[in-house]
C-alpha cells in the first residue's frame, strides 16, 4: 500500500522543482562559505589587535620600568650613594674646625663656608657636553680629568672644591642634571706666611698637613674652643720682618730665629724662611716647607762653648781664672786645632769664652773628660729629639762610639749636628739659674716643673761671661741701649761630602735679655752670609747674626713692657776685670 502511494508522488515532482531545490542548496552553501570567510577574518583581525593591544602594554611596561629605573638612581641610589661618600669624609666636611690664635686671641688659622662641585656620572646624559660647559665657567679645571669622571660608573665623583659664591650661582644656572653642589669648608690663614711652618697647613679636605694643624688634627676637628698658642703675633711679625731683612742685607740662603719665655718655656716666635702660603702650600717645594728651627741639624760651632764652660765650671774644679794654654795650635791625630784671631799666650777660662778659644776649649774639655761631657750632654736632651707640639721635629746626630778625638770637637761645637731647637732649650736652661724646662707652643698649657740641672753658681759665672761678650766681645752688636743682653756668637764651616766648605759658615746669635734679670731668649740662625763693606770683609756670626739680634731686641723690649734701664752697671765683675782692657787691644 506504502509503496504505491510514495512512488506515484516521486513521479509527481516536477522537473523545476528539482531545479529550484538545486539552486537553494548552492546558494545556502555559497552563504555559508560566505560566513565562514568573515569569521575567519575577524579572527584574524582580532587576534591582530590582541597583538597590539599586548605589544603596547610591553612598550608601557618597558617605559615604566625605565622610568623607575631613573627615578631609583636619580632619588634613591643617588642618594645613598652620595651619603655614603659624605659619611667617609663627615668629618671633613660636616664638622667646623676649631679656631687657632695667638696668646692674644688673634686668629692664626678659621674656616670659611664654601661649596664644592660633585657629579653622579650615572645620571648624567652628555658627558662631553656638560665638561665642555663646566670647563668653560672655571677654565682652571682640567678638562680630559673632568670628562673622565663624568664618564666613569661610580655615583658620586668631585669636580671642583671651594668656589666663591659667584661661581657658586654661576654653576648651578647652567642646569646640568647630575652635576650638585655641597657645602664645604675651607682653611684660611690670615696671617699667611708669617706663621707658616709652626700653624702648617690643612689638604683639601681639611686634615692637618702639617705643624700644629697636624699635630693636633683630631682635637680641631672635634672641639670647638679656639686653640691658644703661645705665639704672639707681634713678636713674630717683628722677627719675621728683621730676618727677612737680614737675608737680603747679607745675601744668605736662609734664616730662623725664636724667641721665648724664660719663665714659662712658652714660644713667642718662631720663624724659618724661606717660608710658605699656608692658603696656597705648595707640598713640593722642599725648601720652602723645611722648618729650619726644628728639623735642620747642623755643627752649631761657638755656641756650643757655652756648654763646654759650663760643663766645666760645674765640676767645682775649674774656675773663671784657671789658665790654659792656647799658644800653639793643637795636634789631635791627623787634625790641628787653631784659633780665629788666636792670642797665641796662656788663657784664663775667662778670656777662654770672650775670645772663643778652640784651643783653651779642647784642653778644658781634656780636663773634665769624656763621660762627664756625654752625662752632660744627655742631661741637656742634646743626644735625644727634642718635644714641641708640631710633628716636624729632628733628631740629632751624634757619635754611637764618642772617643777623644770627639770630646775635644764637641767642645767647640763640632763633630755633633743638634737642631737649633735643641741649643736653644739647653741655654736657655743654664741661663734661667739652671732650671730645664721643656719648650711649648701652647699658651697657659702645664708642662712638667722645671728641675735643676746645674747649679745656680755655674749659672750666674755663665751669665757674667755672656754679658761680656756683649760688651767687650763678639756680641757687641747685639746689645740695646736701656735693654742690655746676654749673648755669645757661633760661627761654623758648612759640612760637604766628608769635608768642610771654608767660604760657607752657618752663623749664629744667642740672647737673653734684660742682663740683670733674664726674661728673654732670643737665637738667630744665618745659613750662608756673605762678607759686605758693612762687614769689612768678615762674615762671622758677630758681624750678621748678632746686629741682626739687635735690631730685634730694640723692636720687642719695649713692646714686652720692658722698662729701660740706662743705669745697668757694666763694670765686669772682680773675676772679669783683668781682660777688659786686653779685649780693646
Known amino acids: 500500500m506504502r509503496k504505491q502511494f510514495k512512488a506515484p508522488l516521486q513521479k509527481r515532482i516536477p522537473p523545476l522543482a528539482k531545479s529550484i531545490a538545486s539552486k537553494s542548496l548552492s546558494t545556502l552553501t555559497n552563504h555559508l562559505s560566505l560566513w565562514h570567510q568573515v569569521l575567519r577574518d575577524n579572527t584574524i583581525l582580532d587576534r591582530a589587535r590582541n597583538r597590539m593591544v599586548v605589544g603596547i602594554m610591553l612598550f608601557a611596561a618597558a617605559f615604566a620600568l625605565i622610568g623607575v629605573r631613573l627615578i631609583d638612581v636619580m632619588v634613591f641610589r643617588g642618594t645613598s650613594e652620595r651619603q655614603e661618600i659624605q659619611e667617609e669624609k663627615q668629618e671633613s666636611l660636616v664638622l667646623e674646625r676649631s679656631d687657632i690664635v695667638d696668646r692674644n686671641g688673634e686668629i692664626l688659622a678659621t674656616h670659611l663656608i664654601t661649596a664644592s662641585v660633585y657629579a653622579n656620572p650615572k645620571v648624567i646624559l652628555n658627558a662631553k657636553e656638560a665638561a665642555d660647559k663646566l670647563c668653560t665657567l672655571m677654565p682652571e679645571v682640567d678638562y680630559d680629568t673632568t670628562l673622565k669622571r663624568l664618564q666613569s660608573d661610580k655615583g658620586f665623583v668631585w669636580l ?172 789631635v791625630g791627623r787634625f790641628t786645632i787653631n784659633d780665629f784671631k788666636g792670642k797665641h799666650r796662656p788663657l784664663t777660662v775667662t778670656e777662654t769664652f770672650i775670645y772663643s778659644s778652640n784651643i783653651a776649649s779642647a784642653k778644658m774639655a781634656q780636663e773634665f773628660g769624656l763621660n762627664w761631657q756625654q752625662k752632660f750632654f744627655a742631661k741637656f736632651g742634646l743626644h735625644s729629639k727634642p718635644h714641641l707640639e708640631i710633628p716636624e721635629i729632628g733628631a740629632p746626630i751624634v757619635q754611637k762610639h764618642p772617643t777623644e778625638a770627639t770630646l775635644i770637637s764637641n767642645s767647640f761645637g763640632y763633630a755633633i749636628s743638634v737642631s737649633p731647637l735643641q741649643t736653644f732649650r739647653g741655654i736657655a736652661a743654664i741661663v734661667n739659674d739652671g732650671y730645664f724646662r721643656e719648650l711649648t707652643l701652647v699658651k697657659g698649657s702645664t708642662p712638667v716643673a722645671a728641675e735643676p ?91 750678621n747674626a748678632a746686629p741682626t739680634a739687635g735690631k730685634m731686641i730694640a723692636r720687642i723690649a719695649p713692646m714686652m713692657s720692658l722698662t729701660p734701664d740706662f743705669s745697668y752697671n757694666d763694670t765686669p765683675s772682680s773675676e772679669l776685670k783683668t781682660i777688659s782692657h786686653d779685649i780693646h787691644d
Request: net charge positive; charged share 20%; glycine share 8%.
Open 453 to 543: 740641672i746645674i747649679s745656680k753658681k755655674t749659672s750666674q759665672s755663665i751669665k757674667k761671661l755672656m754679658r761680656l761678650v756683649a760688651v767687650e766681645g763678639t756680641g757687641k752688636k747685639a746689645d740695646v741701649q736701656g735693654y742690655p743682653v746676654l749673648a755669645k756668637t757661633g760661627s761654623a764651616h758648612k759640612a760637604r761630602r766628608g769635608s768642610y766648605d771654608m767660604n760657607a759658615k752657618i752663623t749664629s746669635c744667642i740672647a737673653a735679655f734684660p742682663a740683670n734679670d733674664p726674661k728673654y731668649l732670643l737665637m738667630v740662625v744665618l745659613d750662608a752670609p756673605q762678607a759686605t763693606e758693612t762687614t769689612y770683609g768678615y762674615s762671622t756670626g758677630g758681624w
Open 160 to 331: 671642583t672644591r671651594h668656589i666663591p659664591p659667584k661661581l657658586q650661582y654661576e654653576v648651578n644656572k647652567l642646569g646640568i642634571p647630575g652635576i650638585y653642589l655641597q657645602k664645604d669648608q675651607r682653611r684660611v690663614y690670615p696671617y699667611g706666611n708669617m706663621v707658616s711652618h709652626v700653624i702648617g697647613c690643612c689638604g683639601i679636605d681639611n686634615i692637618g698637613l702639617s705643624g700644629v694643624e697636624k699635630y693636633f688634627d683630631v682635637k680641631l676637628r672635634k672641639e670647638k674652643k679656639p686653640l691658644a698658642l703661645s705665639l704672639d703675633v707681634r713678636a713674630q711679625h717683628i722677627v719675621h720682618d728683621e730676618l727677612k731683612a737680614a737675608i737680603q742685607e747679607f745675601k744668605a740662603l736662609a734664616g730662623n730665629a725664636m724667641l721665648m719665655d724664660l719663665g714659662t718655656g712658652e714660644m713667642l716666635a718662631m720663624v724659618s724662611l724661606p717660608d710658605f702660603d699656608p692658603n696656597q702650600p705648595n707640598l713640593n717645594a722642599q725648601d720652602a716647607i723645611f722648618n729650619r728651627n726644628t728639623l735642620g741639624v747642623y755643627e752649631p760651632g761657638s755656641t756650643f762653648k757655652i756648654f763646654n764652660t759650663t760643663f766645666a765650671l760645674e765640676t767645682g774644679r775649674i774656675g773663671l781664672n784657671t789658665v790654659y794654654d792656647a799658644t800653639n795650635p793643637l795636634k
